[in-house]
Structure formats: C-alpha cells, structure tokens
C-alpha cells in the first residue's frame, strides 16, 4: 500500500492479515496480551503471541448477516474477565434489529461457548442503516451502547432529538451487577424525565461510529458519521453528568443542517474537530494514546476516515483543540481502532482485510504554547527562573520525580532541556491526569535576549525547537491551586491557612517567580546565597487588599534554585477576610494570587 507520511514519524505497521470487514478490535484487559479481531460476518477471530488463531473464538454467522451497515458490529469484555469469563456482543439479527447480548468463554481460554448467549436487549432498527455498534465499558464499570438514528437519510423520524426511543443515543446500562440481567443507573441523566428513555446517557447522535474513554483522564470521545457534508468529532469531560445534545439533526457538524430555516444552537455540545467531505466520507473513531511506545504520541486522540485513508491526531492544549494529519495512506478503507492492554494502537484496513499497528515518535513533542512561568503559567520564560515545559513524552507513569540535589544537574531520569543551545538545570518531571510537564530553571545567560529556542530531549530523542519570549521580569506568585498563594508565617515558618491565617502587622514572606535580575547571582543550577543575599535590583512593591505593605527583602530564595522570595509585613490597616494579594517590579504586575487575613 503506497504511504505518503507528512509528519515522517508516523506510519502503519502490518499486525494481521485475512480479516474481511473488520468492525472491531478490542483486549480482554487479563494480562494475555491477546488482541480480539471482530468481523462484520459474525466470526472473531484472535491473535495470540503474534499469531492468528486458525479456530475462531466465536462464530454467530448464524445469527446475523454482513449486509451493507449491518452485521456484528461491536464487542466489550466485562472489566472483570479475568474471574467471570463475560463479554457482550452489539449485532444485527437476521431481521435487521440491533442485539446486545452477553456470552461467556468455555473451558478453553481461546474459544468461547456458542451456546451461552443471553439477550438483555433488543432495539428495534427502521431501516437498514445507522445502527451505530459500539460497546465500551465505561471507567465507572457500566456498558455503553452506541446507537444510530435508525438509518435512511436527514433522520427523517426525528430520533437524534427525541428522548422517547434509543435510537440516535449513547445508552449506559448496568450489566455486571446481577448477570443476564441489566438495569438503568440510578443516576442516569433522564431517569426522572416523563417520557425519556432512562437508558439514555446523551443523544443527538447520527451514527457513533466508535467511542472511547481516555485511559488517563475519563474523558470520552464520539466519532459521529455525518450526512452530506461534514464528520465531527465530540467530547465529554470526566466531569459530565451526562444529558448532553450533540445537535443532530439540528446541526451537521458546526452547520445548520436545514440552512433555509436556520438552527438554535442553545442547549446544544458541539463538536471539538470537524472536516469536510473534501477529505472524507466516514469518520471511524479511535483512541488517546497512552502506550509508552511511541511517547511523543501520547496524548493524541487519533481517528481516520474510510474513504479517504486518512489518520488525523487530535490534542487538547490548554483552552484549544489542535488537528494535525499524521498519514495519509491513499486508499485504506478505515473502520474501527482498536488498543491492546498496553496501550498501543491498532487500525483496520476493510480494503485489504490488514489489521495494522501505528508506529509514532520517540521524542518527546512540546505542546502548542507549552513554554510557560512555572508559577502563572503566563507564556514565555524568565532569566534565572522556573520554567514549565508542558509536553508529551516525558515520564511514562502517573507521578513525580523530582531532582535529589542542588546544584541540579542538567539530565533528569534520561529528561534534558536546551535553551538556545545551553543545557538547563532540570528540577523535575511530571506526569497528572494525562498531563506531562518538565520543570527547568532557565540559564541566566539568556538575559538580554529577545526570544529563545526551547528543545526537550529524551534518551537521545529531541523534540522540534519552539520558540519562546525571553522576558526580563515577569512576576508571579506560586500557588496551591493556581489562585491561593502559598505564604509562610515569619515566626514560626508555618504556612498561612484558612486556619491560620495571616495576622495585621505580621511579617510573612511568599515564594515568587521572574522578579527580575539580583545583585551577588548565583551559577545556573545553584541554590541562591544567604550571605550577601541575592537581592533584586528593581523594586519590589506587595500590595495586601490594596494596601501597600513593607517589603524587607526580595530576591531569590536562599538555597533554592530559580525561587524567588518577598519578606512584607502585612498593612496594620489591611482589610480582613479573602484578600489579593499582589507583587510588582517596575511596571510589571501579576494577576493578584489570594490570602485570608484577619
């Protein structure tokens, strides 16, 4: 198959062959490392130590019939198959309705027991079309159900916006906690509504044509086939109650989809990526990276079209949503992704029966504006203070390494950073809720100029250079949870609390960032000198509450790496309660960080 890589880090790499019409590819998540290969024609076949299983594992080609749309079309193992042995099967029946199922594996690990099928529920489908497919189990241990419209063309029975049928939908049952049965979680979105369908978790769905969930973060992502002109992407955070409308048949896409009689988009969640029918025809969802393979993947939900053989990533970078084509194979017909229990990616090829297996970057990538204060956040990088590099491909694991002495060394578990060619101090590594980050003291050497070129490399991996402003002061004040600022009683070197808080006439000091040049600097990657301190040469103001304070010192912390600290008496007359509080060198003032005085 001839490959055109626009960014040449990518590629597709063959994993199996002789599968016509694959519709899914799902692990049973029991440590086998097996990989599931679903037909369309009601067989399933497994590839186990690199090798396709001669025996299928199920074959209900009895049951059902690959038919243009129709035919089996999703498959979930229950998140405890390792001790039960259940999974759950989405088809069409040989009259054309959507089944869901459970089945049960037999004595043999590698073949399932064909006669153990039991219905838990049949939706009754209009027309051939549009029967959606997917099954997933979500991270709160329920079934979801991907429904389509019921099919024609324009969703002529209005179903996407009905809450009176399943159709259009994304449905969450529970189908664990009393086997062969299922039942509506209570605190499903519509289960008091008059006249919904209680299984009904979101609606306004054309034809969901693979979801998942984000191993890092729960958060879901809906690939939904459009009609005439546009496929969409959508999303829903972790932190959904689900309820949500995804416009159709109100909106294809960001589009009216009756344009003469226009559309009320109030109420409605629109898709975070679209394209046009110019690079596509059926959009075929995938997954977020999350393997350790391919790190400068990770964090990149991918998802590719049927007709056009297109692979695009998708991230979400602070407040924005980022597409970049990542290949462009001229002619595979994709239909379903699938993720092993390692996380790596896999993406069927209908066209030529080839389960293949995607093949990204080693280096790591810096985010878009990824170059940020390590205190604010703000973009852009200070001569001597902490930085922050948000960035994919850092630390493989959840959690915190930090550097285990000063001077800081310049290579962190296998991590370093350059700064216009000059190895930064690293501080340390992070890895939350799907978010990487690198915290780096920038070389003072740096001063004066007007921007630099930021390269993050690991084991020998660098990432592309980004360009960053290189700005002389840029002060912040470090906070616990990005707006309560972490101050500290002079007295006792206790940390001021809601408890505890700051008293009128106390000195305390703060812990800041980027006030600008001191006096006695210390060499990059040093901890700051307490005799003679490093003090600042500009002037430092604190304003509590919009009362000017004394300030003692400001400079950088002493025996601290790129720190900065404010020593101020809070103002006899700063009012009480939640206050701001503020710093400013010269003309440069921050967002006000907050305090409780009393």
Same mark, same amino acid.
Request: charged letters at 15%; proline letters at 7%.
């Given at each position: 198959m001839a490959m055109s890589l626009p960014a040449q880090e990518f590629r597709l790499q063959q994993f199996a062959v002789g599968i016509p019409n694959p519709t899914d590819i799902q692990s049973p998540g029991d440590g086998t490392g097996r990989v599931f290969l679903v037909r369309q024609d009601g067989v399933i076949r497994v590839v186990k130590n690199g090798s396709l299983s001669v025996q299928p594992f199920l074959n209900i080609s009895n049951k059902t019939q690959a038919n243009g749309e129709q035919g089996l079309l999703g498959l979930a193992f229950s998140p405890k198959y390792s001790q039960n042995g259940r999974f759950y099967l989405d088809y069409t029946n040989l009259s054309g309705n959507t089944v869901i199922s459970q089945f049960k594996v037999s004595s043999n690990p590698d073949t399932a027991d064909a006669t153990s099928e039991t219905i838990l529920l049949t939706i009754p489908q209009p027309f051939a079309n549009h029967n959606g497919g997917q099954l997933r189990f979500g991270p709160d241990g329920y079934l979801y159900i991907g429904m389509g419209d019921?099919?024609?063309?324009?969703?002529?029975?209005?179903?996407?916006?009905?809450?009176?049928?399943?159709?259009?939908?994304?449905?969450?049952?529970?189908?664990?906690?009393?086997?062969?049965?299922?039942?509506?979680?209570?605190?499903?979105?519509?289960? /008091?509504?008059?006249?919904?369908?209680?299984?009904?978790?979101?609606?306004?769905?054309?034809?969901?044509?693979?979801?998942?969930?984000?191993?890092?973060? /729960?958060?879901?992502?809906?690939?939904?086939?459009?009609?005439?002109?546009?496929?969409?992407?959508?999303?829903?955070?972790?932190?959904?109650?689900?309820?949500? /409308?995804?416009?159709? /048949?109100?909106?294809?896409?960001?589009?009216?989809?009756?344009?003469?009689?226009?559309?009320?988009?109030?109420?409605?969640?629109?898709?975070?990526?679209?394209?046009?029918?110019?690079?596509?025809?059926?959009?075929?969802?995938?997954?977020?990276?999350?393997?350790?393979?391919?790190?400068?993947?990770?964090?990149?939900?991918?998802?590719?079209?049927?007709?056009?053989?297109?692979?695009?990533?998708?991230?979400?970078?602070?407040?924005?949503?980022?597409?970049?084509?990542?290949?462009?194979?001229?002619?595979?017909?994709?239909?379903?992704?699938?993720?092993?229990?390692?996380?790596?990616?896999?993406?069927?090829?209908?066209?030529?029966?080839?389960?293949?297996?995607?093949?990204?970057?080693?280096?790591?990538?810096?985010?878009?504006?990824?170059?940020?204060?390590?205190?604010?956040?703000?973009?852009?990088?200070?001569?001597?203070?902490?930085?922050?590099?948000?960035?994919?491909?850092?630390?493989?694991?959840?959690?915190?390494?930090?550097?285990?002495?000063?001077?800081?060394?310049?290579?962190?578990?296998?991590v370093s950073v350059s700064v216009n060619g000059v190895a930064a101090p690293v501080y340390g590594l992070g890895n939350a809720n799907g978010q990487e980050v690198v915290n780096f003291q920038v070389p003072f050497s740096v001063a004066g100029a007007a921007s630099a070129s930021i390269v993050v490399s690991r084991s020998g991996q660098a990432s592309t250079a980004v360009t960053v402003p290189v700005q002389g002061t840029q002060p912040a004040i470090y906070a616990t949870d990005g707006t309560q600022a972490i101050v500290v009683h002079n007295a006792d070197n206790t940390l001021v609390t809601a408890s505890r808080p700051l008293q009128r006439g106390e000195f305390a000091y703060l812990y800041a960032s980027a006030l600008g040049p001191v006096a006695n600097q210390p060499a990059t990657g040093a901890g700051a000198p307490s005799l003679p301190l490093a003090a600042t040469t500009g002037k430092v103001t604190v304003v509590v509450g919009g009362v000017p304070s004394e300030v003692q010192f400001a400079g950088l912390a002493p025996g601290l790496v790129g720190v900065y600290q404010v020593n101020f008496r809070v103002p006899a007359n700063a009012p009480v309660g939640g206050q701001s509080l503020m710093v400013t060198v010269g003309d440069a003032s921050i967002t006000a960080a907050s305090i409780t005085v009393n």
């Open positions: 019921g099919g024609s063309a324009g969703d002529p029975l209005h179903n996407g916006q009905s809450l009176a049928t399943l159709l259009g939908k994304l449905l969450r049952i529970d189908v664990e906690s009393e086997p062969g049965k299922y039942h509506v979680p209570p605190d499903n979105p519509f289960v /008091n509504t008059p006249g919904a369908k209680p299984e009904i978790w979101a609606y306004g769905l054309r034809n969901p044509w693979r979801f998942s969930f984000d191993k890092a973060t /729960n958060d879901l992502f809906i690939a939904d086939v459009g009609q005439d002109a546009y496929e969409e992407v959508d999303f829903q955070p972790a932190s959904s109650k689900g309820g949500e /409308n995804y416009g159709w /048949n109100t909106m294809e896409g960001l589009t009216c989809y009756f344009p003469s009689t226009g559309c009320n988009t109030k109420g409605l969640t629109l898709p975070v990526a679209v394209y046009s029918h110019s690079l596509g025809c059926s959009i075929a969802g995938g997954f977020v990276y999350r393997g350790a393979a391919w790190p400068g993947l990770r964090g990149t939900y991918l998802y590719g079209d049927y007709c056009s053989g297109i692979i695009w990533g998708l991230t979400h970078e602070g407040s924005d949503w980022l597409v970049r084509r990542l290949i462009n194979t001229n002619g595979a017909a994709f239909t379903t992704f699938g993720q092993d229990d390692a996380g790596e990616l896999y993406v069927a090829d209908a066209g030529s029966g080839t389960i293949y297996r995607v093949i990204g970057p080693q280096a790591p990538r810096i985010l878009n504006n990824g170059v940020v204060n390590a205190a604010s956040f703000a973009p852009g990088i200070s001569p001597g203070s902490l930085a922050t590099v948000f960035a994919a491909g850092v630390l493989d694991s959840p959690g915190l390494v930090q550097a285990s002495q000063i001077p800081l060394g310049t290579s962190l578990n296998g």
